[in-house]
């Protein structure tokens, strides 16, 4: 079932239903209905930035931000512990991991190398340097759009909602807070595709309110 929304201006939008699954896309990007309908505004108080210290492998990383990292490090360290510092010298800037993918490098098997610890609470150097105008990198846009996946298709882009039990503090706070995943990703979503695709989702969740 396809429906046209002649509301949306700038992008050809189409709502694909099916095994009561809503997929929305918009140019050549196809966002979960879930970004609409979930809620989440992060809790460091209560996560204490664990999304930063547990899983598999360091955060993702595009080309680009490779090179930044490896431009940038100089002034990065200043924010960085002993022991990130330590990881960096042996292992780079960036690594790849098991699946192929370019990382950012880990402290032993745990935290991302780039974290540093305010109040018990993992905090992000990079981000850090950027706040403080040392650098132009703001941080990596896996970290920055978290708990949207990026997966890239043959000829799209699919946005997903990504869901981590260390993030319930984050849903149970959105929730109390009436902010959906996608306004709460405002900063990160104009970041990366720009104000137009943002004032896009905007129309879409209120059609998909009007709706209800």
């Not at 970004?35 to 505004?41: C, D, G, K, P, W």
């Not at 460091?44 to 664990?50: M, P, R, S, Y």
Request: glycine share 6%.
């Amino acid at each position: 079932m396809l429906c046209n929304s002649g509301r949306l201006s700038s992008f050809f939008c189409k709502f694909v239903i099916q095994f009561e699954i809503m997929m929305i896309q918009v140019g050549d990007k196809i966002i979960s209905k879930e970004l609409f309908e979930n809620q989440f505004i992060c809790h460091l108080a209560k996560c204490e930035g664990n999304c930063c210290v547990f899983g598999d492998s360091g955060a993702p990383l595009e080309e680009a931000e490779t090179q930044l990292l490896e431009v940038s490090i100089d002034k990065i360290f200043a924010h960085m512990r002993p022991e990130g510092r330590q990881a960096i010298h042996e292992k780079g800037t960036w690594v790849i991991d098991n699946d192929g993918d370019k990382v950012t490098p880990l402290v032993g098997l745990e935290e991302c190398a780039y974290v540093y610890f305010e109040n018990d609470i993992a905090c992000c150097a990079i981000e850090k340097s950027f706040e403080e105008g040392l650098i132009d990198f703001q941080k990596p846009i896996s970290c920055h759009l978290y708990p949207i996946r990026v997966s890239k298709l043959s000829n799209a882009i699919a946005l997903n909602y990504h869901r981590w039990s260390v993030c319930e503090p984050a849903r149970l706070l959105g929730k109390k807070e009436g902010v959906p995943v996608f306004k709460f990703l405002e900063g990160a979503i104009r970041r990366v595709y720009g104000d137009t695709f943002f004032n896009e989702l905007e129309l879409i969740y209120s059609e998909l309110n009007k709706q209800k």
